[in-house]
């Protein structure tokens, strides 16, 4: 519930800016033929497919340490992931 809220006090911008980073995150991962199961795991910075799932779909508000380390699991740099981003 809580996280519901949070992403609820979002405005409509700030909601387009986490679905379009969500977006870019999911075609980039598709473009390295990477599924869910390769870029989550125990052994990953992210470790829940839900998780990276719910970045994906833009409804998780990500930190910038994040980034850096979605970043890394694709192997790009994090500017990739937020350029032209506005």
């Known amino acids: 519930m809580e996280k519901k809220r949070r992403l609820a006090s979002l405005s409509k911008a700030d909601k387009q800016i986490l679905t379009t980073l969500g977006d870019r995150i999911r075609r980039i991962r598709e473009k390295k033929k990477m599924s869910v199961y390769d870029v989550t795991g125990e052994d990953m910075a992210i470790k829940s497919r ?36 506005d």
């Open 50 to 85: 839900q998780h990276w799932q719910s970045i994906e779909n833009g409804v998780k508000n990500i930190n910038l340490v994040t980034i850096f380390k979605i970043a890394q699991t694709l192997d790009v740099k994090a500017e990739d992931l937020i350029k032209g981003i």
